[in-house]
Nanobody
Framework: QVQLVESGGGLVQAGGSLRLSCEAS??????MGWFRQAPGKQRELVAT???????NYADSRKGRFAISKDNAKNTVYLQMNSLKPEDTAVYYC?????????WGQGTQVTVSS
């Protein structure tokens, strides 16, 4: 059973930056990424990264967010810059591993105007 543990959320002013981290209990050799869910909305893609480093972003996050990973630490990161109040959400770490989806517990990101 893969465990995903997120950290790095918090409260930030609009225009600020945050970096989220997600450590997996083992090396994920398929896809890891981040999704988010705002109150009253469906969970949506933020960004994903494959084991070979290929990245994919939701269009609205391109240029402001950057996903990266450190295979030695089994950790994926999400650098978020120029944050906007509409980025406020619970951010979930995600992993696709041997055909199964795994989710972290979520970390709250709140952007104040």
């Amino acid at each position: 059973q893969v465990q995903l543990v997120e950290s790095g959320g918090g409260l930030v002013q609009a225009g600020g930056s945050l970096r989220l981290s997600c450590e997996a209990s083992e090396r994920i050799r398929y896809v890891m990424g981040w999704f988010r869910q705002a109150p009253g909305k469906q969970r949506e893609l933020v960004a994903t990264i494959t084991d070979s480093g290929v990245t994919n972003y939701a269009d609205s996050r391109k240029g402001r967010f950057a996903i990266s990973k450190d295979n030695a630490k089994n950790t994926v990161y999400l650098q978020m810059n120029s944050l906007k109040p509409e980025d406020t959400a619970v951010y979930y770490c995600y992993a696709l591993y041997y055909g199964r989806d795994y989710w972290g517990q979520g970390t709250q990101v709140t952007v104040s105007s």
